[in-house]
C-alpha cells in the first residue's frame, strides 16, 4: 500500500522531475559549500563584476563571488524552513490527536489560542514578534512554528474525528486497546497521509516567510550567505547584475515549486489508492 | 421493424481509460410499453449500459462501438444541442440516489422548470404540466412544495419528484437505475408501486436496472442478466425465473435468502432446559443528545443463540446494539451480561468483559484500518489475549483465517486489495480473536452483493454451531428467517414484537411485522 | 432573517469580538516588550533625561501596563488610537490617507482575484489534465511559490525598467485625485495577485472538479440542460460557498503581503507605515496598524462565515429543521 | 541618512578670545570673495519653467517642516529651498555672505553689527528685517522650541543680547569675545525666519521657492517665489521633494524617469550612471566619512595597542573598492581631509597584517572573544565597510560579530555606543567643529569616549594662536597623537554621488552636501 502510494506520486513525469529538482537543490544546499571555488566571505574583486571564467555569476555587492555565497547561501533557508515546518507538525499532530479523539476542557482552550494565532496576520504577527525580541534564527523558528501550528493541529483535529468515527476505532476500543495502540496504530497512521499532503504547502510557506524576513533585514546577519539576503542585498544591483538576485530567487522557486508539486501528486495519489 | 421498437442496442462496447473492456458486446432492444430488468451484481456493467443510453459515460470510461438508437436515431452519433435534445425529452433517467441527484442549491421547482424550459415548454402549460407530475406521484402541487430545497424533502419525495420528471416530458425511453436501493425499506415498497403503476399506464419503453431480483419480480416483463461486462442470459421473467438457462442465474436466484417460516425451527432447540442467557437486557434506554432514540427496550440472548433484531432505519435497532456492546454510553437501564451487571461506557468495562463480546459493522471498508495488513490486524486482536510469543500469535492468526475460510496468502495483504465479503471475513477473524462468547453483528451483509452475503451467512451458521451467541442486527426479514432462532421487531425505538422467529413470522400479531413481511420481495 | 441564522450569525460576531480582544492583549504586551525606550527613540539618543521623563509622563508610559491597556483600548474602540510618539500628532491623522491606500490596493486586487480567480479555476477543472489546464496550473503553481518581494522585483525590472511601461516606484501624490494615479497601483496589485490568485485558483479547482463530477451535475446535464446554465446555475453556486472561506484567508494574506509589497514599490500605505512604526519605536502608531488590520483580518473571517451562512439554503430556509 | 542631521551633531563650545578677532576680519574678507565669484559660467542659456522632481530619503512620521528641527534629508532639503541663512558656505566649503551684507564687531570682538542685504523680500511680500533676525535668534536660543541651532548659541550670547538698531542692522552682544560668529551663523541649522513667526505649517522664508503643500514624509510641493532677490531667478517653475527611503527604489524611480534627479547614490551604480547618457552622475569629493570606532572604556579597546592593531588589519584599498566602488579617498585615521590643516604630511598608515598580530600578542589580546560590532546600512558603504572589516580581521584570527539594525533606528537605538565597537558616518567639516563635535572630552557625539590630555592640550594651544603657519603646526601636532593614538578607523573618504537625468542642468556638487548643498536657484530644465 505504501509502495504503490509512493510509485503513484512519482507515477507523472512532472513529479519525477520534482524529485529530482527536491535532491539536487538538497545536495547544492547540503554539499555546495564543498565544492565552491571560494569562501562565501572572500572579496575576490570590484563589486558587481559580470559573469567570467573564473566568477561563474559574477561578484556581488562587496565583490564576493556570488557563486560561491551562492552554493553556501541554500542552507539556512533549508534548515529553517524544515525545522519550522517538521517542528509545527511535532508540535501540532500530538495536539490535534489528543484533541479530537478526547474533546473536554483542554480541546477547548487549544482551539481558543489557535483562532487568536488565526486573526493575526503570518507577516505582521513576525513582525511585531521579531521586533519585540530582536531577529534570531531561534526566533524565527519559533515564529514560523506558531504560525503553522493552529492550522496543522485543526486539520489533524478535524481528520481524527473523522477517523475515530470509523468502525475500526470503534472495533478496538469494544476490544479493550488501549490509547496508546489506538493513536498509535489506527489514528497516527491513517492522520499522517492526508495530513502530510499539506507538507509541501506548508514547506514552501515556512520557505517565503523566511526569504520575506531576510529581505526585510530580520534573517540571518551578514555577512552570511543566505538566498533571501542575498536577494535583497544584492537588489541594488539589479539592473546591473540581474543574475545575482535571480540564481537565488530561481533556486527558492525551483524548491518550493518542486516540493509543491510532489505534495500536490503525493496528496493525488493518496485519493487514488484509496480508492482502489 | 426498427421503427416500431423505441429502444434498440446493437452490440454495445464500451471500455475504461486502462483499455479494459468494462462492457462488451450488449445487444438487447426494448419495445413500446415493455420494461426490461438488467439483472448484476456490482461490477456487472449493467449501470454503464444504462447511462449509456442517455449517450452518456461516466468520466474514465467511454463508448467504443455499438449503436444506441432511440426510436430510431442513434443517439451516439449525435453531438452537443441534438443530444441535449434527446436527453430529458426522449430519454430519461431515474438515478439511484435521489438525495444527491438535485443540485443542492436550487428548489425543486426550478429544477423541474429547468428540464421543461429546456425541451420546449413555458408559460402556463409548462405550470400545468408540473403540477399534474407532481400529483401523479402522490406529492402536493402547490407553490409552497415547489419552492422547497432539495434538502428540506425526504429520500422517498425526492424520488417521487425524479420519476415525476423522467416521466414528465413523455419520453419515449425511461432508464431506472436501481431507484429503490437508496431508500428505507418501507418506502421502497411504495416507491416500486409507485413505479409499477406509473409504467403501466404509460407507453414508454423502461429499461430497470437492480441487483435485486425479487424487485424485477415485480416490475419487469423480461429480464436480462449482467456478468462481467456481458449480457449471459436474456429472456421473459417467467422464463429466467423458473427455467434459468444459466449457471451463474441459477447461483444468484439460489443465493437470495428467502422467507423461510419454518427455518429456524429446523435448529435444534434446547428443549426443555432453560438456556442459559448470555446477555440480558433490562429496560434500555439511549438518546442521542437530548433526544431519545430507544425507549425501554428489554430482550436476552441465550448460550449459542442467535437473536435477529429486525427493523427500518431510525427503529434504534443499532443504537440498541452499539449499547450492549459500549459504544453508546448515553443510556440508562441495566446489562447483565455472562451473570453480571455490566457498565455502559467501554472504559469502565473489565478487559474480559470487553473481549467476550464483539461487534462485527456493516461497512467493511470502514472496518479495517487501511494501514494495516490483515495479519496485523488480526495479530493485534490476539496479542490483547495475553498471548506474546511471535510464532503462537502467527499460528493463531493463521487458524482464524481458516476459521473465516480465506486463504493464507490474504495474511499479509491490505483491506484495499480486498473484496467486500473479504473484508468483512477479516473483521470477523478479528473479532474471534479474543475468543468473544457474544458476536454482535450490526447489518454486516446489507454492503455485500448477494452471493457473497450467502457466503458470509453461511459462516455465521457455522460459527452458531460452535456455541457463539450472536445478536443479529438487520433490515433484511428473510435473512433473519435463515438465522436467527427468536426475533426482535423494533419500530421507532421500542419493541413491537418478540418470540420464535417461525412463530412470529408465521403469525405475526403486529401490524408493522405484517407490513415487513409483506414488503419482503419474494421470488414466486 | 429567521430565528436559527440569526442566533448563529451573533454566536460568530460575538466569538470575533472576544478574538479581537484577545489579540489586543497580547500585541499590547508584545509592544511592551519593543527594545528600546520609545521616549527617548522619539527625543534622540542625546536628549536630556528629564525631558525623557516628561514624554514618558505626556504618553502615559509610567503607568502600570493594565492602566495603560486599558486607557488606549478605551481610546481605540471610540475611534481614538492616540497620538504619535515622534510627531505627537494624532495617529489617526498619519495613518487614515495611507490607510485609504491600502484599501484601494487591496480591495483592487481582490476584485482581480476574485473572478479571475472563478473563471481560471473552473476553466482548468473543466479541461483538466488537458492544456488549458497545464497552461493555467503551471504558472499559478510557479507564482504561489515565489515570495512577494521576488515577484515585484521581476516586475520591477521587467515592466519599468527594460519595457518602461508602468512606473517602478509607487509614488503616490495626495494632491491629485487617485484615479490620476491608477498606474502606479498596477504593479503592486500584480503582485500581491501573484502571490494569492494561484492558491484560490487552485482551491477552485479542486472544488469544481468535485462539483463536476458529483451526481446532480451528471443529473442536471442528463436532463438535456445547456452547458453554459449547468456551469452557471449550477456549477459556479456550489463552488463559490466551499471557497469563500479559503478566498477570505487570502484576502487576510494580502492584509499581511501589503507590507512586502508596499516596501517593495515604496508605496505609502498602513503596511510601510508599520515597517516605520516598528522602526522608529513608535508604538501607539504599531498598536493602532497592528489592531487596524487584525480587525480587518477578522471582519473578512467574520463576513466570508456570515456569507456561507447566507449562502446555504439549509439555514437561510431552516424551515423547523436543524 | 547621515547623523549631520538627525540627531544633530552639535555642540562646540567655540569660545574664542581675544586674538581671534584678527581670523574673524580675515574670514570676513574670505566671504566677499567667495560670494563675488559665486555664479558659475553658464554653458547654454538658462530656459525657464518645469518642476524639478527630486527622490531623496525621508524621516516618514518624524517628518516636520520646521527648519529648526531637522529629520530626513527630505525636510533638510525643503529648508533649503524656503529659507536662507545669514552666511553660507559654497561648493568648496568657503563662507560667503548670504543675507547678510557686513559682519563688524568692536575691538574686544564681543559686541558684533550685522548689516543685512537690502531689497530681500519675504515669500509673503514683506522685507526682510533686522527684526527677523532677532526675532529667529531669540526663538533658537529658547530651549523650549528645542531647535537644533540651541547648543551652537546658547553658549555665545543671551537672549536679550540681540537687538535691532535699525531695520538693517543687528546688533549681537556676545557673553565673551568670538570671531567665530560668521562660520556659526552659516552653519547647517541656523535659518531665518519672519517675526513672529509661530508654526510651520505654511512656512514662510525669503528662498528661491515658496511652500505650495505637502503630505508628511511623503511629498512636498514648492514653486517659484515670484519676489525672489536674484532678478529672473530661479529658472524652475518649482521643486517637487518625494520620499523614496530604499536606494533602489529611487534608482528605479530615477530611471524610469519618476524623477529628475536623486540625492545618495550608491557607488556600486555610479558606473551605471556614467555609462548612461540620458542620466548624469554629480559627484563631489567632500570630507565626508563613513568609519568604525573602537569604545575605549570597553575591553579590548583600553589598550592603545589593541586600537593600533585594528588600524593596521584593515586593508583600506580593498575597503574603498568594494565598500566605495573606488568613489572615494583613502583615509589615514584623520577625519576632515577639506580642511587646508589637515595633517597630509603624516604618513599613510598601511595594511600591515603581521604587524598588527604583533600588538595583539604584545597586547595580550584574547582571540577566542568576539568582538561585536554595531552596524547598519545608515550611510553609504556603512555596512559594507563593517562586513568587509570582519572579514579582513579573520585573516588574523580576529573574529568580529556584526550587529546590524535598521537604518533609521541605528544612531538612536538602544546599543549605540554600548558595544565594543561601532559604525560612524560624518559630514562635511572644519577641524575645528569636527574636534569639537567628536573629540571633545564628554561631548555626545566623541563616539569613542577617548580622551588625551596631549590632545586637548595641542587643540586648546591651537585656538589661542593666529599665525596661519604656527596654528597649522598645532593642529598636525594634534593630529599625531590622533593617528598614534585615536579610537576612530577612518579608512576612506566619500565621495557625495547623486544622480540626475541629462536634463536637469546646473546642480554643481557641493562638497557640503548632496545634490548641490539642494540648492536649486540655478538649476534649469534643458
Known amino acids: 500500500m505504501r509502495r504503490s502510494v509512493l510509485r503513484l506520486t512519482l507515477a507523472k513525469p512532472a513529479a519525477r522531475i520534482a524529485l529530482v529538482l527536491v535532491v539536487i537543490i538538497v545536495a547544492l544546499a547540503s554539499l555546495g559549500p564543498f565544492f565552491s571555488p571560494y569562501a562565501f566571505d572572500e572579496i575576490v574583486g570590484a563589486p558587481f563584476a559580470p559573469i567570467n571564467h573564473e566568477h561563474w555569476l559574477g561578484t556581488d555587492f562587496l565583490g564576493r563571488d556570488t557563486f560561491s555565497r551562492f552554493l553556501y547561501g541554500g542552507r539556512t533557508v533549508l534548515v529553517v524552513a524544515l525545522c519550522s515546518t517538521v517542528a509545527a507538525y511535532v508540535v501540532a499532530v500530538p495536539l490535534g490527536i489528543y484533541s479530537g479523539l478526547r474533546r473536554g476542557s483542554l480541546d477547548i482552550f487549544l482551539i481558543a489560542i489557535s483562532d487568536v494565532i488565526y486573526a493575526l496576520p503570518p507577516a505582521i504577527f513576525l513582525l511585531v514578534l521579531l521586533a519585540s525580541t530582536g531577529p534570531s534564527l531561534p526566533t524565527v523558528i519559533i515564529g514560523i512554528v506558531i504560525l503553522h501550528s493552529p492550522r496543522i493541529f485543526r486539520i489533524v483535529r478535524l481528520i481524527t474525528m473523522d477517523i475515530s468515527k470509523n468502525e475500526y476505532v470503534e472495533a478496538a476500543f469494544a476490544r479493550g486497546e488501549s490509547w496508546a495502540a489506538i493513536c498509535f496504530l489506527d489514528i497516527l497512521p491513517n492522520v499522517l497521509t492526508p495530513v502530510l499532503a499539506d507538507f509541501g504547502v506548508r514547506l514552501c510557506g515556512s520557505i517565503i516567510l523566511y526569504a520575506s524576513l531576510s529581505y526585510l533585514g530580520l534573517g540571518l546577519p551578514p555577512p552570511a550567505a543566505d538566498w533571501g539576503l542575498m536577494i535583497s542585498e544584492n537588489r541594488i544591483g539589479i539592473t546591473i547584475s540581474p543574475w545575482i538576485a535571480i540564481a537565488p530567487a530561481l533556486a527558492i522557486a525551483a524548491f518550493s515549486v518542486a516540493v509543491n508539486v510532489l505534495a500536490d501528486s503525493f496528496a493525488r495519489s493518496v485519493g487514488r489508492s484509496k480508492e482502489i | 421493424m426498427t421503427e416500431a421498437i423505441p429502444l434498440v442496442v446493437h452490440s454495445l462496447f464500451m471500455h475504461d481509460l486502462n483499455g479494459r473492456e468494462i462492457v462488451s458486446d450488449v445487444s438487447l432492444h426494448v419495445k413500446r410499453g415493455e420494461v426490461l430488468a438488467i439483472i448484476g451484481e456490482s461490477g456487472s456493467g449493467k449501470t454503464s449500459v444504462a447511462l449509456s443510453l442517455l449517450g452518456f459515460a461516466r468520466p474514465g470510461m467511454r463508448i467504443s462501438s455499438g449503436k444506441i438508437l432511440i426510436g430510431g436515431t442513434d443517439i451516439l452519433s449525435l453531438s452537443g444541442r441534438q443530444k441535449r435534445a434527446f436527453q430529458g425529452g426522449k430519454v430519461s433517467l431515474v438515478p439511484q440516489n435521489p438525495t444527491t441527484s438535485f443540485s443542492p442549491r436550487m428548489s425543486v421547482g426550478k429544477q423541474m422548470a429547468e428540464l421543461l424550459a429546456a425541451h420546449g415548454h413555458s408559460g402556463t402549460g409548462m405550470k400545468q404540466l408540473m403540477r399534474d407530475a407532481l400529483r401523479s406521484v402522490d406529492l402536493p402541487d402547490d407553490e409552497k412544495f415547489l419552492r422547497r430545497y432539495p434538502f428540506e424533502l425526504s429520500g422517498g419525495q425526492l424520488q417521487r419528484i425524479a420519476i415525476a420528471m423522467a416521466f414528465i416530458t413523455s419520453p419515449q425511453v425511461i432508464v431506472m437505475d436501481e431507484p429503490t436501493t437508496g431508500l428505507d425499506v418501507s418506502t421502497q415498497q411504495t416507491i416500486l408501486e409507485l413505479i409499477a403503476r406509473l409504467v403501466k399506464s404509460s407507453s414508454a419503453s423502461v429499461v430497470y436496472v437492480t441487483h435485486d431480483l425479487a424487485v424485477v419480480n415485480v416490475v419487469a416483463d423480461r429480464v436480462a442478466v449482467m456478468l462481467s461486462g456481458r449480457i449471459v442470459e436474456q429472456g421473459s421473467r417467467k422464463q429466467v425465473f423458473v427455467a434459468p438457462n444459466d449457471d451463474y442465474t441459477r447461483m444468484l436466484l439460489d443465493a437470495i435468502p428467502r422467507l423461510v417460516t419454518d427455518g429456524p425451527a429446523a435448529v435444534p432447540e434446547a428443549d426443555g432446559a432453560k438456556v442459559q442467557s448470555v446477555l440480558e437486557v433490562k429496560n434500555l434506554r439511549a438518546a442521542h443528545g437530548h433526544v431519545e432514540v430507544v425507549h425501554g427496550v428489554s430482550f436476552s440472548v441465550g448460550k449459542g443463540e442467535c437473536v435477529g433484531l429486525v427493523g427500518g432505519s431510525g427503529s434504534g435497532k443499532t443504537t440498541t446494539g452499539r449499547c450492549v456492546t459500549g459504544l453508546h454510553s448515553n443510556a440508562s437501564g441495566s446489562l447483565l451480561f455472562q451473570g453480571h451487571l455490566m457498565p455502559f461506557a467501554v472504559s469502565s468495562r473489565s478487559k474480559t468483559d470487553l473481549s467476550a463480546m464483539q461487534i462485527v459493522f456493516q461497512n467493511p471498508d470502514r472496518s479495517l484500518n487501511p494501514k494495516e495488513s490483515v495479519a496485523q490486524s488480526i495479530a493485534r486482536a490476539v496479542r490483547l489475549t495475553g498471548l506474546a510469543d511471535r510464532a503462537k500469535v502467527g499460528a493463531e492468526v493463521r487458524s482464524l483465517l481458516d476459521r473465516v475460510r480465506l486463504p493464507q496468502r490474504v495474511a499479509d495483504l491490505y483491506p484495499a486489495d480486498l473484496s467486500g465479503g473479504e473484508r468483512q471475513r477479516v473483521a470477523v477473524a478479528r473479532a474471534l480473536a479474543v475468543k468473544p462468547k457474544l458476536l454482535v453483528c450490526d447489518e454486516i451483509t446489507s454492503a455485500l452483493d448477494v452471493s457473497v452475503q450467502a457466503a458470509v451467512v453461511e459462516l455465521l451458521l457455522d460459527l452458531k454451531k460452535d456455541g457463539l451467541a450472536m445478536l ?34 408465521r403469525s405475526p400479531k403486529h401490524s408493522y411485522t405484517r407490513m415487513l413481511l409483506e414488503a419482503a420481495p419474494r421470488l414466486d | 432573517m429567521n430565528k436559527p441564522l440569526l442566533q448563529l450569525l451573533l454566536t460568530r460576531i460575538a466569538l470575533a469580538a472576544v478574538t479581537l480582544f484577545a489579540v489586543s492583549i497580547v500585541v499590547f504586551a508584545a509592544t511592551l516588550y519593543l527594545p528600546g525606550d520609545p521616549a527617548r527613540a522619539a527625543l534622540g539618543a542625546k536628549a536630556d533625561p528629564s525631558a525623557v521623563e516628561a514624554l514618558r509622563r ?50 483592487t486586487s481582490l476584485l482581480f482575484l476574485i473572478p479571475l480567480s472563478f473563471v481560471l479555476g473552473i476553466a482548468a477543472a473543466i479541461y483538466k489534465d488537458r492544456l488549458a489546464d497545464h497552461l493555467i496550473s503551471v504558472p499559478t503553481i510557479v507564482t504561489v511559490a515565489l515570495p512577494e518581494f521576488v515577484i515585484g522585483t521581476i516586475l520591477i525590472v521587467l515592466f519599468a525598467v527594460y519595457l518602461r511601461w508602468l512606473p517602478p516606484v509607487s509614488l503616490i501624490n495626495d494632491s491629485l485625485p487617485l484615479s490620476s494615479q491608477s498606474s502606479l497601483f498596477i504593479l503592486p496589485v500584480l503582485t500581491l495577485l501573484g502571490t494569492t490568485l494561484a492558491q484560490v485558483v487552485r482551491m477552485v479547482r479542486a472544488v469544481a472538479l468535485e462539483v463536476l463530477n458529483a451526481e446532480y451535475i451528471y443529473m442536471v446535464r442528463l436532463r438535456g440542460i445547456s452547458p453554459a446554465r449547468v456551469l452557471i446555475r449550477h456549477v459556479l453556486p456550489n463552488t463559490i460557498t466551499p471557497t469563500i472561506q479559503t478566498i477570505a484567508l487570502n484576502a487576510a494574506w494580502l492584509a499581511g503581503g501589503v507590507v512586502v509589497t508596499e516596501s517593495v514599490f515604496q508605496l505609502p500605505g498602513i503596511g510601510s507605515a508599520l515597517s516605520e512604526a516598528v522602526i522608529n519605536r513608535d508604538i501607539p502608531t504599531v498598536l493602532a496598524i497592528t489592531l487596524i488590520i487584525t480587525a480587518t483580518y477578522v471582519l473578512i473571517n467574520l463576513v466570508s462565515e456570515a456569507l456561507i451562512l447566507l449562502l446555504n439554503p439549509r439555514l437561510r430556509v431552516a424551515r423547523g429543521t436543524t | 541618512m547621515s547623523k549631520d542631521v538627525y540627531p544633530p551633531k552639535v555642540g562646540s563650545t567655540l569660545i574664542g578670545r581675544r586674538d581671534v578677532l584678527k581670523t574673524g576680519l580675515l574670514l570676513g574678507t574670505g566671504i566677499m570673495l567667495a560670494g563675488a565669484g559665486l555664479r558659475p559660467a553658464l554653458a547654454d542659456e538658462p530656459k525657464r519653467g518645469g518642476t524639478l522632481r527630486v527622490g531623496l530619503g525621508a524621516a516618514g512620521a518624524k517628518s516636520s517642516l520646521n527648519p529648526f528641527i531637522s529629520t530626513g534629508d527630505m525636510d533638510f532639503a525643503v529648508a533649503q529651498s524656503i529659507f536662507d541663512r545669514l552666511t553660507d558656505f559654497d561648493k568648496d566649503g568657503k563662507l560667503y555672505n548670504k543675507l547678510a551684507d557686513d559682519f563688524t564687531h568692536n575691538a574686544e570682538g564681543n559686541v558684533w553689527k550685522i548689516k543685512l542685504k537690502k531689497g530681500v523680500v519675504w515669500h509673503d511680500g514683506a522685507p526682510f528685517t533686522a527684526k527677523d533676525v532677532v526675532y529667529t535668534i531669540q526663538y533658537i536660543l529658547n530651549s523650549d522650541n528645542k531647535a537644533d541651532a540651541y547648543p551652537n548659541l546658547a553658549p555665545l550670547l543671551e537672549p536679550k543680547g540681540v537687538r535691532a538698531l535699525d531695520p538693517n542692522t543687528v546688533e549681537v552682544a556676545l557673553k565673551q569675545p568670538y570671531a567665530l560668529l560668521p562660520q556659526v551663523l552659516g552653519s547647517k541649522v541656523m535659518f531665518l525666519m519672519k517675526d513672529g513667526t509661530t508654526d510651520f505649517d505654511k512656512p514662510i522664508g525669503t528662498g528661491p521657492f515658496k511652500f505650495v503643500s505637502w503630505s508628511r514624509g511623503q511629498r512636498v510641493t514648492l514653486a517659484r517665489s515670484d519676489n525672489y532677490r536674484k532678478p529672473g531667478q530661479p529658472y524652475l517653475d518649482g521643486v517637487e521633494f518625494i520620499a523614496i527611503n530604499d536606494p533602489t527604489a529611487r534608482m528605479n524611480a530615477l530611471v524610469a524617469g519618476q524623477v529628475d534627479a536623486v540625492a545618495q547614490l550608491d557607488g556600486s551604480l555610479a558606473r551605471l550612471i556614467e555609462a548612461n547618457p540620458a542620466l548624469t552622475l554629480l559627484r563631489s569629493k567632500s570630507g565626508a566619512t563613513t568609519d568604525q570606532f573602537m569604545m575605549t572604556t570597553l575591553k579590548p579597546f583600553t589598550d592603545v595597542r589593541v586600537r593600533q592593531a585594528f588600524r593596521l588589519m584593515i586593508d583600506r584599498q580593498q575597503l574603498l573598492d568594494n565598500a566605495l566602488s573606488g568613489y572615494g579617498r583613502i583615509g589615514n585615521d584623520l577625519h576632515c581631509i577639506t580642511d587646508p590643516d589637515y595633517a597630509s604630511e603624516l604618513p599613510q598608515r598601511a595594511y600591515d597584517p603581521d604587524r598588527a598580530k604583533a600588538l595583539l600578542k604584545q597586547a595580550g589580546f584574547d582571540n577566542s572573544q568576539a568582538i561585536t560590532l554595531y552596524t547598519s546600512d545608515a550611510a553609504p558603504g556603512m555596512q559594507a565597510s563593517a562586513t568587509l572589516i570582519a572579514n579582513q580581521a579573520k585573516k588574523i584570527g580576529v573574529d568580529i560579530e556584526l550587529l546590524v539594525v535598521p537604518p533609521d533606528s541605528y544612531y538612536s537605538g538602544p546599543n549605540f555606543k554600548k558595544t565594543q565597537m561601532g559604525s560612524s558616518d560624518w559630514g562635511q567639516h572644519t577641524l575645528e567643529s569636527q574636534f569639537g563635535q567628536g573629540y571633545a572630552r564628554g561631548a555626545y557625539w566623541n563616539e569613542p569616549d577617548w580622551t588625551s590630555d596631549e590632545f586637548d592640550k595641542w587643540v586648546s594651544k591651537a585656538r589661542t594662536t593666529f599665525d596661519g603657519p604656527k596654528r597649522r603646526e598645532y593642529y598636525v601636532e594634534a593630529q599625531k597623537v590622533l593617528w598614534n593614538e585615536g579610537a576612530y578607523i577612518i579608512w576612506g573618504f566619500r565621495d557625495l554621488l547623486d544622480a540626475s537625468s541629462a536634463k536637469v542642468k546646473n546642480i554643481v556638487p557641493s562638497t557640503q552636501r548632496n545634490l548641490g548643498y539642494y540648492q536649486f536657484e540655478n538649476v534649469y530644465l534643458a
Open chain 3, 58 to 107: 505626556e504618553f502615559g508610559m509610567d503607568r502600570p501596563a493594565v492602566v495603560q491597556y486599558a486607557s488606549w483600548i478605551g481610546g481605540a474602540l471610540t475611534g481614538d488610537f492616540g497620538r504619535s510618539i515622534p510627531s505627537g500628532r494624532p495617529v489617526w491623522e498619519a495613518i487614515g490617507p495611507r490607510a485609504i491606500n491600502t484599501l484601494i490596493l487591496t480591495v
Open chain 2, 472 to 505: 443479529f442486527i438487520t433490515h433484511n426479514l428473510p435473512l433473519v428467517s435463515e438465522i436467527a432462532q427468536s426475533i426482535i421487531i423494533m419500530k421507532d425505538g421500542s419493541i413491537v414484537e418478540a418470540g420464535r422467529t417461525n412463530e412470529v413470522l
